[in-house]
C-alpha cells in the first residue's frame, strides 16, 4: 500500500486568540494530553477529525497558552474600559466648568453659592456612578475569562499535579 500523503505528524500553529470552540474544520474541540517526551501530559486542544487524519492540518492550540491569551484579552478589554471612562470624565468636567461660567455671570452672589454646591454635588453623584459601572463591565469580563479557566484547570488537576499558570 503506498501513500503520497507527508506522514510526520504535524501540529500546525495557526494563531487563534484565546479558547478555542470550534476548529477551521467546523468541527468541535476536545482535549487531550501530549506522550511526547518533551510535552508529557501537557494538554491541547483539537479537533476528532485530526485525531483520526494526522496528515490533515487542523487547529492546535496548547491549553495554558490558550487560557494566557484569554487573561490577556480580558486585561486589554480593562484598558479600553478604562480609558473611555477617562474620557467620558474630562468632557463631563469640561462641561461642568463651562456651566458655571454661564451661570456666573447671571447670578446673584447668593444663588452662585447655591449653584456651586449642587454642580459639586452632581459632579460627584456622575463620577461615582461612573465607577460602579466600570467596576460591573471589568467583574463580568473577568467572570468569563477565569469561568473558562475553571472549567480547564479544574479538569486538568484531576490529570497531574503541580500545573501552575504564570
Ligand atoms: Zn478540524
Same mark, same amino acid.
Given at each position: 500500500?503506498?501513500?503520497?500523503? %507527508?506522514?510526520?505528524? *504535524?501540529?500546525? &500553529?495557526?494563531? %487563534?486568540?484565546? /479558547?478555542?470552540?470550534?476548529?477551521?474544520?467546523? @468541527?468541535? +474541540?476536545?482535549?487531550?494530553?501530549?506522550?511526547? #517526551? !518533551?510535552?508529557?501530559? *501537557?494538554?491541547?486542544?483539537?479537533?476528532?477529525?485530526? &485525531?483520526?487524519?494526522?496528515? !490533515? %492540518?487542523?487547529?492546535?492550540?496548547?491549553?495554558? @497558552?490558550?487560557?494566557?491569551? @484569554?487573561?490577556?484579552?480580558?486585561?486589554?478589554?480593562?484598558?479600553?474600559? #478604562?480609558? =473611555? +471612562?477617562?474620557?467620558?470624565? =474630562? *468632557?463631563?468636567?469640561?462641561? /461642568?466648568?463651562?456651566?458655571?461660567?454661564?451661570? =456666573?455671570? !447671571?447670578?446673584? =452672589?447668593?444663588?452662585?453659592?447655591?449653584? %456651586?454646591? @449642587?454642580?459639586? &454635588?452632581? #459632579?460627584?453623584?456622575?463620577?461615582?456612578?461612573?465607577?460602579? #459601572?466600570?467596576?460591573?463591565?471589568?467583574?463580568?469580563?473577568?467572570?468569563?475569562?477565569?469561568?473558562?479557566?475553571?472549567?480547564?484547570?479544574?479538569?486538568?488537576?484531576? !490529570?497531574?499535579?503541580?500545573?501552575? +499558570?504564570?
Amino acid at each position: 500500500m503506498t501513500s503520497s500523503s %507527508n506522514s510526520s505528524a *504535524r501540529f500546525p &500553529r495557526i494563531s %487563534n486568540h484565546g /479558547v478555542p470552540t470550534r476548529c477551521w474544520c467546523g @468541527e468541535g +474541540i476536545i482535549t487531550f494530553g501530549s506522550s511526547t #517526551a !518533551e510535552n508529557k501530559y *501537557r494538554r491541547f486542544y483539537r479537533c476528532q477529525i485530526a &485525531r483520526d487524519r494526522k496528515t !490533515e %492540518n487542523h487547529l492546535f492550540k496548547w491549553i495554558d @497558552e490558550a487560557l494566557i491569551d @484569554e487573561i490577556r484579552m480580558v486585561e486589554a478589554k480593562h484598558e479600553r474600559v #478604562a480609558q =473611555e +471612562i477617562t474620557k467620558f470624565e =474630562e *468632557r463631563v468636567i469640561e462641561k /461642568v466648568k463651562s456651566e458655571i461660567v454661564r451661570v =456666573e455671570a !447671571e447670578m446673584s =452672589e447668593k444663588l452662585k453659592e447655591k449653584v %456651586n454646591l @449642587e454642580i459639586a &454635588r452632581v #459632579a460627584q453623584d456622575m463620577k461615582q456612578k461612573l465607577k460602579i #459601572a466600570t467596576v460591573a463591565m471589568v467583574v463580568v469580563g473577568a467572570i468569563v475569562g477565569i469561568w473558562t479557566s475553571i472549567s480547564v484547570i479544574g479538569w486538568l488537576s484531576s !490529570e497531574f499535579d503541580g500545573f501552575k +499558570i504564570s
